[in-house]
């Protein structure tokens, strides 16, 4: 493959999107010939030619199977053409042939992305061109209903019934279809999707796994906003009216998402119950609105993707390279963000889920660690490590940051954790702080400017008050003290001309002397010279010396540890410390910690 080739495949694919539109613009007109039909007969020879151009592209594609499907509706469009089948016609060609030939596109435009220039392709290519905030909205005026709710399933059945009934007998407040995507499956699903009166059927011949069918439903979605649902959860009184609440509150909203009984990413919501009807039951009293528990985040998991249908089709929807699902989440959620909008978990309602029903066969394969690799390729970042909530942010004494009102991070990665310190200020003192961001890594600048429109990059804390022209009531540093090439003199100067009177200033340093260290300088090849080795009391000494006096300090524990960690820890401990109980446990505390939290006030 190179450029050539690359333009030759775009130049194939945009035949064909013409032909579709001939096609489109005759139905338009009432005016559809066997003439007309010929198109289909040429998109057929087209397509062995699109997948033979990118068979030796060394990256995993799914182009066979996109046009095994294309070729089924193909041929249903013939027989409905020629049986005389308006309707099954016309149902076919717009939420099943234009459909999948948009996956084609999608698909064969990130194979053979590094081969072109996208800036002369943007119709194939979302990312390319700004993005207009008002064309969203005014597409969405124009849309037949509220919400389009899309639940895509593949096999399992009885779980899939029962969310389709809990769907049913709980979204009765807001005007909305329902599409049902059943993605190849080969146990009756179809058939039951077909059953439910009023819902928009899409039937893919073949499976193309959760990413593609996700979009298949997106596609045909008709409503203001989108609701898009996997086949392993039950939906609750309010869900979706909740969901509709929080996402219209604010233009610049552009995705919420619900907790669930069983999820990560800080969105379980932990309801006991003892029958499906007694979880209803709960769930009703449970999910009353509530915008004190709406959180904003960095990423949110999809339990619900309720976004603005018009933004979802113009960021091009799930990225299609996260075929099998992982870290597609993370994916449209940056886009999203990056797109101008913002990420809103509303904690105020919950939903029960099953657990990775829909994706369970993905699961089986490498599929975790084959998406974490793919986004930091796609963006340089760790979805883990760079935009997820720390547990420092998480063990924070929040009850003493009343009157916080302006916040300033220091090297917060994405800004997760900056985001968790300004929603826990708003839901503990109804208190909406105003972030400020500096960082020493250039490559966080894309997502920090979504949480915040001053953000700065420096070098070192002694020019930070050259940078800054206000102080803060709190200062809160992600990135341990002992991984700056700044002294703690410097540190601490420069913090003091940016913290106001009684401001506060959150930061860690790393324990050196606990047992994972040890045993890593057990290692020949380990090196100590380059790394900073800073104690709790030299801190805090050094701290007091610019005015700073600490309000708690912490030492932070790992709560997982392999067993010769353990069995380190507790032959040191009797070692060192023998009957000396109270030495003892300082001892385990020492080698257990990970790092020290430091809550610090400026006097």
């Known amino acids: 493959m190179n450029r050539q080739v690359a333009e030759q495949l775009i130049g194939i694919l945009d035949v064909g999107r013409e032909g579709i539109a001939h096609l489109a613009n005759c139905i338009h007109e009432g005016a559809l010939s066997p003439e007309d039909m010929i198109i289909l007969d040429t998109l057929t020879e087209m397509l062995p030619a699109v997948e033979e151009a990118v068979a030796g592209i060394p990256i995993l594609n799914r182009v066979k199977d996109i046009n095994s499907n294309l070729d089924f509706y193909m041929k249903q469009l013939q027989e409905s053409f020629a049986d005389g089948d308006v309707d099954g016609f016309l149902y076919n060609f717009q939420f099943h042939f234009c459909s999948m030939f948009r996956i084609l596109e999608l698909e064969v435009s990130m194979l053979i992305e590094q081969f072109i220039d996208k800036d002369d392709f943007p119709h194939l290519y979302p990312e390319v061109g700004e993005m207009d905030h008002s064309e969203i909205l005014h597409k969405g005026t124009k849309a037949r209903y509220k919400a389009s709710v899309v639940l895509l399933a593949y096999n399992n059945l009885n779980y899939t019934r029962d969310c389709v009934e809990s769907i049913l007998a709980n979204t009765h407040d807001v005007d909305y279809e329902l599409i049902l995507v059943d993605n190849g499956s080969t146990d009756g699903t179809k058939a039951y999707f077909e059953s439910i009166s009023g819902a928009k059927v899409i039937h893919l011949k073949y499976n193309l796994h959760v990413v593609k069918g996700f979009n298949m439903g997106m596609m045909a979605a008709e409503g203001q906003y ?8 039950i939906f609750t009184p309010n869900w979706l009216s909740n969901l509709m609440i929080c996402i219209e509150s604010d233009p610049a909203i552009g995705y919420v998402s619900p907790g669930a009984t069983y999820i990560s990413n800080l969105q379980m919501v932990d309801i006991p119950f003892i029958s499906k009807e007694d979880f209803q039951e709960r769930a009703r009293a449970y999910n009353v609105s509530n915008p004190s528990m709406w959180e904003e985040r960095i990423v949110l998991l999809p339990n619900v993707l309720c976004s603005p249908t ?70 340089g970042l760790d979805a883990w490590q760079d935009a997820r909530i720390s547990s420092v942010a998480l063990n924070i004494d929040y009850q003493r940051l009343s009157g916080i009102q302006t916040v300033l991070g220091i090297d917060v990665k994405c800004g997760a954790d900056l985001l968790h310190v300004k929603n826990k200020l708003w839901s503990e003192f109804g208190t909406k702080a105003k972030l400020s961001v500096c960082t020493t890594e250039p490559k966080y600048v894309d997502d920090l400017i979504t949480i915040s429109e001053d953000v700065k990059l420096f070098h070192a804390f002694t020019s930070l008050s050259e940078m800054i022209d206000e102080k803060y009531d709190l200062v809160y540093i992600e990135k341990p003290l002992d991984l700056y090439h700044d002294d703690l003199d410097d540190v601490f100067s420069g913090l003091a001309n940016i913290v106001k009177k009684n401001g506060r200033v959150i930061f860690t340093v790393n324990n050196r002397t606990n047992v994972e260290t040890i045993l890593e300088m057990l290692n020949a090849s380990y090196t100590l010279h380059h790394k900073k080795i800073y104690m ?60 020290t939290v430091f809550q610090m006030r400026y006097c």
């Open 226 to 233: 989108c609701a898009v649902l996997c086949n392993d959860f």
């Open 536 to 595: 709790r009391d030299l801190v805090a000494q050094q701290a007091a010396k610019w005015g700073f006096e600490p309000y708690s300090i912490v030492n932070f524990c790992s709560e997982q540890r392999s067993s010769m960690s353990e069995n380190v820890i507790k032959a040191l401990t009797q070692c060192i410390a023998g009957t000396d109980m109270e030495r003892a446990s300082q001892l385990e505390v020492m080698l257990k910690s990970q790092f």
């Open 310 to 379: 018009a933004l979802l089709d113009r960021i091009g929807y799930y990225d299609t390279r996260f075929f099998r699902g992982e870290f597609a989440d993370d994916d449209i959620s940056f886009k999203i963000r990056r797109a101008g909008y913002k990420l809103v978990y509303c904690a105020d309602t919950v939903t029960h889920h099953y657990g990775s029903v829909t994706t369970v066969s993905d699961h089986m394969t490498n599929s975790m660690e084959e998406g974490r690799r793919i986004f930091l390729d796609k963006y």
